[in-house]
């Protein structure tokens, strides 16, 4: 089945930025192409009914197709719409979304659409992997370090150290085997560290403009409501709620992260545990007492928070402003809040132009 040239026509596009054709009765995923077109693919990967292809030629070209402006992008796996307009871009993600959202049996407001102001040069935070003395992406089909100098996503001030890794390999003499490589901007400048977690120097958004745009969507959220008391799970540094606490001083905040390097500098306000814990809320009502929370600030990582409704019945908030950098699972949980919710407002802020990948802004209200 694998490594068979066919003929192929995109239907749509999936969720993840890949067009859609159905090869011998299966949809078959197709990268770098467009609803509309026609050419040739080569199979990759059979799975559970599945079929994936490699994009070989085309005969037939979408109107919306563009020249990408990225020397990497036919082969790169890290973007997915440079080759086709921003609009076009949008429009697939808005898509996206909107499918994910049908899963819910109760209504959804129009989504609120906050485009990037810049679709390039924005991520001020890149991951790479080397194997050997190759450093780049890693293309998941060959299995294989793909380079991509010149890589045009990253803000100019990585560019210099960026490219030095290309330039100069003597990094190799130190980093032998596979592993990755991280660049992000610090304070002090451009911090590089090798074979760390991933947001080893603390998590950031990539994208320092529009993570502003989403923080000031999460103060829009409270509209006129009189809030006396916050809780912000996944808080982090308080990226989200800091805005929040600037705005109205007299907010009482508790945020609650894992967070073991700041134990030791732990204060009321911010609480060390790990929420996905089965014992997590038992043990936050131990060491907070308060009872309710006004408003319920949630941003958890990609897997999200299958306990959100445990959290919610515990402290009855009047809002839930659920952040999200995955549609599908924020989907799930919401799903366990039962006919109670009521969804007041979404938004798509679209902090990763040029991928499929987006963020999230569900407000929540009960009845």
């Not at 002090?188 to 502003?212: C, I, L």
């Amino acid at each position: 089945m694998t490594n068979r040239k066919v003929s192929f026509t995109i239907e749509s596009m999936d969720a993840m930025g890949q067009g859609v054709a159905h090869i011998d009765g299966k949809p078959c995923f197709i990268a770098k192409t467009l609803p509309g077109e026609e050419g040739k693919a080569t199979i990759t990967r059979a799975s559970k009914g599945v079929l994936f292809a490699r994009l070989d030629t085309l005969e037939k070209t979408a109107d919306n197709r563009e020249e990408s402006v990225c020397p990497n992008f036919d082969s790169c796996p890290g973007c997915h719409f440079l080759h086709t307009d921003y609009q076009s871009e949008l429009s697939y993600k808005l898509d996206a979304l909107s499918g994910h959202l049908k899963r819910l049996d109760i209504t959804v407001p129009d989504i609120e659409v906050k485009a990037a102001e810049q679709r390039l040069g924005y991520r001020n935070r890149i991951q790479l992997h080397y194997r050997h003395k190759y450093i780049g992406m890693i293309d998941p089909v060959a299995d294989s370090v793909q380079e991509i100098p010149g890589c045009l996503a990253i803000d100019e001030k990585l560019h210099d150290t960026f490219e030095g890794l290309y330039q100069d390999r003597s990094w190799t003499a130190d980093h032998q085997g596979q592993g990755h490589c991280e660049l992000y901007l610090a304070d002090e400048g451009v911090s590089v560290q090798w074979d760390k977690p991933y947001a080893h120097g603390g998590f950031t958004q990539v994208n320092s403009v529009m993570n502003e745009v989403l923080r000031e969507a999460v103060l829009e959220q409270l509209g006129e409501m009189l809030v006396d008391s916050m809780l912000d799970l996944f808080s982090g540094e308080g990226n989200l709620s800091d805005l929040i606490v600037e705005q109205y001083p007299e907010v009482e905040r508790v945020m609650v992260d894992y967070a073991p390097d700041r134990v030791k500098n732990e204060e009321l306000s911010f609480l060390h545990l790990d929420l996905f814990a089965e014992t997590a809320l038992k043990t936050f009502k131990a060491r907070c007492k308060a009872e309710r929370f006004d408003v319920l600030l949630v941003d958890p990582p990609r897997k999200g928070f299958t306990l959100l409704h445990q959290w919610v019945k515990a402290f009855k908030p009047k809002k839930l402003i659920y952040v999200s950098c995955s549609a599908a699972t924020m989907v799930r949980d919401l799903q366990q809040l039962g006919n109670k919710a009521r969804i007041e407002h979404v938004s798509l802020i679209d902090l990763f132009p040029g991928t499929y990948h987006y963020e999230t802004l569900v407000t929540v209200t009960f009845k």
